[in-house]
């Protein structure tokens, strides 16, 4: 998926960092170069829709060929002006079929550059993007480790290892991660039953901290950086935050009369409401929304059916899961407001959803990721169009991952 960006041929510098790679530097107006010349001929560059290309996966990137010589090389560049990966010289033929490296540099603020190989002066550089990935989990026998997996051929890279993690629940659905900052937190414990939160940075996998830890099953996090979460306090469910950085909670309210579940949560950002999936007193499925800021209970809404997994928000304020019908697992858009469901599509064969099982949602390609197993025990991988529920891709996976995760 791809949109259209117009735009302009700049006057660039390449400076050279020894040989190999080069760097690509723009000399700012007002800095200790020339000023950037913008000519009036512009170039048309596609970069990834909704301005997120994740790793491992193939752009179609295109460009005005009769702007550049014979040759051009294709750069993304991060924030600091580092080439995170390049082609390589390539024809100008004004199209390629470009692949990222599963395990090239992430993050915010990238840019694509079209660099004509004869003339390095020259060259078009877009409007920013995202370059992000898919992560999950995998016990390697002797740590946890956070890999990317990519949604195109299943394969992983290590992406860090979670300190001395020993212990956690994946099915409790605790590790957050922040919306618009760099950290992602994973709740466990050690071998030695000490309780803790490990804070990695999202974007590089670096272990930041290991703090105190707390029971965030449910968890999610708001659009301000704000953990939220559930627990059982003897008498009701209550929804509490958290704050990493005093690891202290506060109290600010009950999900209703909660009384079981298996910590379905959602978080709709810009509403700012937290979703819990249960049953109430009465046995009966229920999708309560609470504010995530007062804690209030906003609704409570019956559900047709209780056979519910792997719950995460979708497009347009609503949520996406799968539900077993009995013969096979069917994607389905809920609105938590009314508790009204629609079936979107059969996801394959998929037959199990376990620790492995995830519905992660691409706002970008308006595509749902759904891990989990079919008849066979095999880790699968099933690509979702929302628009059509159709399945287009079926991608075998290496390992059961646990907690998957979009990182943008």
């Given at each position: 998926?791809?949109?259209?960006?117009?735009?302009m041929?700049?006057?660039?510098?390449?400076?050279?960092?020894?040989?190999?790679?080069?760097?690509?530097?723009?000399?700012?107006p007002?800095?200790?170069?020339?000023?950037?010349?913008v000519?009036?001929?512009?170039?048309?560059?596609?970069?990834?829709?909704?301005?997120?290309w994740?790793?491992?996966?193939?752009?179609e990137?295109?460009?005005?060929?009769?702007?550049?010589?014979?040759?051009?090389?294709?750069?993304?560049?991060?924030?600091?002006?580092?080439?995170?990966f390049?082609?390589?010289?390539?024809?100008?033929?004004?199209?390629?079929?470009?692949?990222?490296p599963?395990?090239?540099?992430l993050g915010?603020?990238?840019?694509?550059?079209?660099?004509?190989?004869?003339?390095?002066?020259?060259g078009?550089?877009?409007?920013?993007?995202?370059h992000?990935?898919?992560?999950?989990f995998?016990?390697?026998?002797?740590?946890?480790?956070?890999?990317?997996?990519?949604p195109?051929?299943g394969e992983?890279?290590?992406?860090?290892?979670?300190?001395?993690l020993?212990?956690?629940?994946p099915?409790?659905?605790?590790?957050v991660?922040?919306?618009?900052g760099?950290?992602?937190?994973?709740?466990?414990?050690?071998?030695?039953?000490?309780d803790?939160?490990?804070?990695?940075?999202?974007?590089?996998g670096?272990?930041?901290d290991?703090?105190p830890?707390?029971?965030?099953?449910?968890a999610?996090?708001?659009?301000?950086?704000?953990?939220?979460?559930?627990?059982?306090?003897?008498?009701a469910?209550?929804v509490?935050?958290?704050?990493p950085?005093?690891?202290t909670?506060?109290?600010i309210?009950?999900?209703?009369?909660l009384?079981t579940?298996?910590?379905?949560?959602?978080?709709?950002?810009?509403?700012?409401?937290y979703?819990v999936?249960?049953y109430?007193?009465?046995?009966?499925?229920?999708?309560?929304?609470v504010?995530?800021?007062?804690?209030e209970?906003?609704?409570?809404?019956?559900?047709?059916?209780?056979?519910?997994?792997?719950?995460?928000?979708?497009?347009?304020?609503?949520?996406?899961?799968?539900r077993?019908?009995?013969s096979?697992?069917?994607?389905?858009?809920?609105?938590?407001?009314?508790?009204?469901?629609?079936?979107?599509g059969?996801?394959?064969?998929?037959?199990?959803?376990?620790?492995?099982?995830?519905?992660?949602?691409?706002?970008?390609?308006?595509?749902a990721?759904?891990?989990?197993?079919n008849?066979?025990?095999?880790?699968?991988l099933?690509?979702?169009?929302?628009?059509?529920?159709?399945?287009?891709?079926?991608?075998?996976?290496?390992?059961?991952?646990?907690?998957?995760?979009?990182?943008h």
């Open positions: 998926m791809l949109y259209r960006s117009a735009l041929l700049t006057a660039v510098t390449l400076a050279t960092a020894g040989c190999d790679p080069f760097t690509p530097v723009i000399e700012l007002g800095g200790s170069g020339d000023d950037i010349t000519p009036a001929t512009t170039i048309d560059v596609d970069v990834p829709a909704g301005g997120l994740l790793a491992g996966t193939t752009e990137v295109t460009w005005d060929p009769s702007l550049a010589g014979d040759q051009v090389e294709l750069y993304v560049v991060d924030a600091t002006g580092n080439p995170a390049s082609t390589g010289p390539i024809d100008n033929d004004g199209t390629h079929a470009w692949t990222s599963l395990d090239a540099g915010n603020d990238m840019t694509l550059w079209v660099v004509d190989v004869a003339e390095p002066t020259l078009g550089v877009s409007e920013p993007f995202t992000g990935s898919i992560v999950g995998l016990w390697n026998g002797s740590e946890e480790e956070m890999v990317r997996v990519s195109e051929t992983t890279v290590l992406h860090g290892i979670v300190g001395d020993a212990w956690w629940s099915m409790a659905r605790q590790v991660v922040e919306p618009d760099d950290r992602l937190y994973v709740p466990g414990t050690t071998i030695d039953q000490s803790h939160v490990w804070v990695m940075d999202k974007w590089t670096e272990l930041i290991e703090l830890g707390a029971d965030l099953a449910g999610e996090m708001t659009s301000d950086g704000t953990v939220i979460a559930c627990r059982w306090n003897g008498t469910e209550e509490f935050t958290y704050d950085a005093t690891q909670s506060t109290v309210g009950q999900v209703g009369d009384q579940w298996s910590s379905q949560t959602a978080i709709n950002r810009e509403l700012g409401h979703i999936v249960g109430d007193s009465s046995n009966a499925p229920i999708v309560w929304t504010d995530a800021t007062s804690g209970l906003l609704s409570s809404a019956a559900l047709a059916d209780s056979h519910i997994h792997a719950l995460t928000e979708g497009p347009d304020a609503s949520l996406l899961y799968v077993w019908t009995g096979s697992e069917v994607l389905e858009s809920l609105d938590p407001s009314t508790g009204v469901a629609t079936t979107l059969t996801v394959g064969d998929l037959m199990w959803i376990h620790n492995g099982g995830a519905v992660v949602y691409n706002p970008a390609s308006q595509q990721y759904v891990w989990g197993a008849a066979q025990d095999e880790a699968r099933w690509v979702m169009d929302l628009a059509t529920g159709d399945v287009v891709a079926d991608v075998p996976q290496a390992h059961i991952l646990s907690e998957l995760h979009l990182v």
